[in-house]
Structure formats: C-alpha cells, structure tokens
C-alpha cells in the first residue's frame, strides 16, 4: 500500500512542476525581451550658418590679364590690360559651401550679370603687377585712381588663400586666385545711420592719372583756320581745311582743300610744321587722308566710275598711288595697323588690306539699337588695344533734353560685343579722336547753335573738361 501511495504522490508532483514551467515559458515567451540596438540620440539643433564672407580682396589671373576688387559689400571693380576699367554694383553674396562663397554683381555700364565663385584654397601662380595694381594709386585725398595702361610682368611665384572664378555675361568667363589686399581700398570707416543713402551705396569715382597729354595737336578754329600745335609752338594755315591727320611725330600735316563750289574737285594737301610749307599731293574728286604708323604713305578715297575707291601713295611719289579696295565705300577710317585700313559702307566695316584677306563687321551689329548708321560718323581703332573701337553715331531717337540730331560717343568690344556709351545723352557730341596712349579721347561738343569746342574725357568717361575753342581735333604725338 505504502509504495503505491508513494508513486501517486511522485507522479502529481511531476505533473505539477510539469505544468508550472509550462506557465513560466508561456509568460516568458509574452514578455518583450530587450533587443541589441542602441537608442538613437536625440538630434541637437542645427547650427545657425555663419552670413559672413571674405571682404577686401584681389582677385587677378593672367591668361589673359585681369583683376577683380572686392571691397565690404562685393565686387566693385573689374579691370583687363588695355581696357577701361569696369565699374560694378555689387548686388548679394551667399555661401555655396563651407568654405565656399558665390558674389552677384552688376556691370554698371551695359547692366550685364557679373558671378564670382570665391574658395578658400590654396592658389598658386606666377605673378608681378596684377591689372588692377599696376592701375591702382593713392591720391592725396585716399581715394584710389586708375593709371593710364594696365600691364602684366609676371616675375615671381606667389601662393594665395582663394581660388576664383568671375563671369561676366558679355566678356565671358575667366579663373585665377585671389588674396586679401586691403592696402588697395580706401580707408574704412565705421557705418552711420544714413547707410541706406543710396548715393553712398555707389562705387567710388577714380580718377585716372598717369596719362600723357598730347605735345602735337590740329584743330579748325571757328573761323575755318587750321590751328597746328607742337609743344609750346603754334602755327596757323591760312586757308579753310578737312580731314585732318597729323603725322605720328606730329611734325606733318595731312588736309583736304576744296577747290570748287560744288565739292567734287579737291586736293589732299601735305603741310610742314618746321619749314610752315604746303604742298598738293593729289587732286581731283579725292578725301579723306590718313597716315600709317610708320609715316611712310599715306591712304585716301579716290572716286572712279561714280565709286570711292580706298587708294594708297607713298609720300615721296605720290602720283604712283595704287588701289587698295576697288569696291565702293563712303568713308575711309584711318589704318587699323600697318597693313590694314579701316572703311565703311552702310552696312558693313571692311578691314581692307594690301596682304590679308579681307575682313567686315556688320555695322549693325556695332551700333545696335541705339544709333544709326550716317555719313558723318567716324570710327577709331585704339592705338593699344584693336579689339576696341571708338564710334562717334547719331541717336535713332533723341534722348530727353537733346536736339532732335543728337550725336554721341560710345566704346564697342569687337568680341564681347559689349558698347558703353561715354558722353551724356544730352549733349551733341561727334568726331571722337584718341590720344596715343589711348585713354584720353577727344571729341567736337557743340555749345549752342551756333558754337562748338573740343572736350576731353578719359576712357572711362571721366573727367570731362574743355579743351580748346575749335572742333574736329586730332592728334599727333
């Protein structure tokens, strides 16, 4: 009996246990378990990013010579050897990344886009004098000025703390480093109340100095007198003259003299200042002389068969004279450089020479919208830089406040196809002429109705003064 009492109890106690881990293993099995992954973080906010950009610094590259000023709000000056300097407005500057910076600006003069993406990094490169400085001076009054020819020597090898990349919507685009130059901006003063002038948000003027002034000048005095001047001498030709070229040593003088009522029969005359003697080079239905720059011969429109012919003679002989262009021109513009002459029709300017091919322009393309095509205007290459053109044009449309033919003076790059207008849109301005270092130009303002004088003003537009009482000034040295 006892043994069996015993296994009974054994077996429910199995049972028991039995059932027991049953329950525990169900319960373990409901109860979440903790898992092998780490909680996340909680995310800090983002850090406020930094408004805060690199300021008064050069920017400059040498293929081909330029520079860029970046003062405390963005780009203020864009300069290229052998061109005006170009003002701008600088408009915003934001980042692009960390290290990063990307400036927008305004080319003040023809309103095109200007960006410059800004790095800091290493930059090296060769330099000596940068456009910009061999530009820059420091007049008496602090202000920064612009020299007469900008120029690049490259000398030296030098590391800068910013790579750049400026792009100009019209002139294109162009790579090169940049440092901190704050030797080259006037000294800054601290922000008052009145910042928000928006006369004292504009960029500084500067003036250009280190020009030469012409020593050899002819002009037409009211009275029809031609006035020629070298250095302190003057002399006056007693006799009624056109188209006046002066030699490059100044010292000779190219004229036309009508000699009929009607027009068609003239004479290019050659006068010397030293000796103060004419003399007739060619007559007949001729205009319009022009010298080379070696002085050796002389180009002129001569008319045949009812068509201006471009001809060309040498000084010594010039009644051997032989045709450069049999084609039909109205106006003959001078030499583009020893080979090429420069003439126009109604549609197109001609680079007309005696051992290239021929190249034009269409004038349209040259004046735009803006002006019109007539026959009276002239058109100058500049002596340091042929890629820039001189154009003295009638307005298709008067501006407010000028009479109805008014008449201005603008810049055009053959390349970029950019064109500045220089004079105001008020004044009547025409025969723009330049000086031989090319940055000063000469022009015919009239006063009244009755009165014009010469003006003066720099390649920039600045400094406009006057210079003499006559008109159709030119220049020799």
């Known amino acids: 009996m006892f043994p069996r009492l015993l296994c009974l109890t054994c077996s429910l106690l199995f049972c028991a246990g039995f059932q027991a881990s049953q329950s525990f293993a169900q319960q373990a099995a409901k109860t979440p378990q903790p898992t092998s992954e780490v909680p996340k973080p909680v995310q800090a906010p983002a850090s406020p990013q930094s408004t805060h950009y690199p300021i008064l610094l ?32 600088p408009v915003n500057v934001s980042p692009e990344a960390p290290e990063s910076w990307v400036y927008h600006a305004k080319d003040i003069a023809t309103g095109a886009d200007v960006t410059i993406h800004l ?74 109340a009145d910042d928000d002038d928006p006369d004292k948000k504009k960029p500084p003027v500067m003036a250009i100095i280190n020009f030469k002034a012409p020593t050899a000048i002819a002009f037409v005095t009211s009275g029809g007198k031609i006035v020629v001047s070298h250095g302190a001498a003057k002399k006056i030709i007693p006799v009624a003259g056109t188209d006046l070229a002066l030699s490059h040593d100044g010292k000779k003088l190219l004229y036309t003299r009508n000699d009929s009522k009607m027009g068609s029969e003239r004479t290019i005359v050659l006068y010397d200042f030293d000796t103060a003697r004419s003399k007739d080079l060619v007559h007949g239905p001729v205009r319009e002389g022009f010298w080379p720059p070696d002085d050796s011969r002389f180009a002129y429109l001569q008319s045949q068969d009812q068509k201006w012919r471009v001809v060309a003679s040498p000084i010594s002989t010039p009644e051997t004279a032989s045709p450069l262009y049999n084609g039909n021109v109205d106006s003959l513009q001078g030499w583009a450089d020893g080979h090429s002459v420069l003439a126009n029709d109604a549609q197109s300017l001609y680079w007309i020479s005696d051992d290239r091919p021929q190249q034009s322009l269409p004038l349209k393309e040259i004046y735009g919208d803006t002006f019109r095509v007539s026959d009276t205007d002239s058109i100058r290459v500049c002596p340091v830089n042929p890629d820039l053109l001189l154009v003295s044009a009638k307005y298709f449309t008067a501006p407010a406040g000028a009479p109805p033919d008014a008449a201005g003076i603008f810049l055009y790059e053959i390349r970029a196809k950019r064109r500045v207008v220089l004079t105001p849109p008020e004044q009547w301005s025409s025969h723009g002429e330049w000086s031989r270092d090319g940055v000063q130009i000469f022009y015919t303002r009239r006063m009244s109705a009755t009165s014009s004088a010469t003006y003066r003003i720099f390649w920039d537009g600045s400094g406009p003064r006057r210079y003499v009482d006559g008109i159709d000034l030119v220049v020799g040295q």
């Not at 405390?72 to 701008?88: M, S, T, W």
């Not at 400026?166 to 901190?180: D, F, M, S």
């Open 119 to 192: 790095t800091r990094e290493v930059c090296i490169d060769a330099v000596g004098t940068t456009a910009t400085e061999s530009a820059q001076k420091t007049t008496a009054a602090g202000k920064p000025s612009t020299a007469a020819t900008p120029s690049s020597s490259t000398s030296t090898i030098a590391k800068n703390a910013f790579r750049i990349v400026l792009e100009h919507a019209q002139i294109g685009k162009l790579n090169g480093c940049a440092r901190v130059a704050a030797e080259l901006f006037p000294k800054i003063v601290n922000q008052s």
């Open 58 to 89: 050069l920017g400059h590259g040498s293929d081909p010579v330029w520079s860029v000023l970046i003062g405390q709000k963005g780009p203020e000056r864009f300069d290229r050897a052998n061109y005006p300097p170009v003002a701008l407005e």
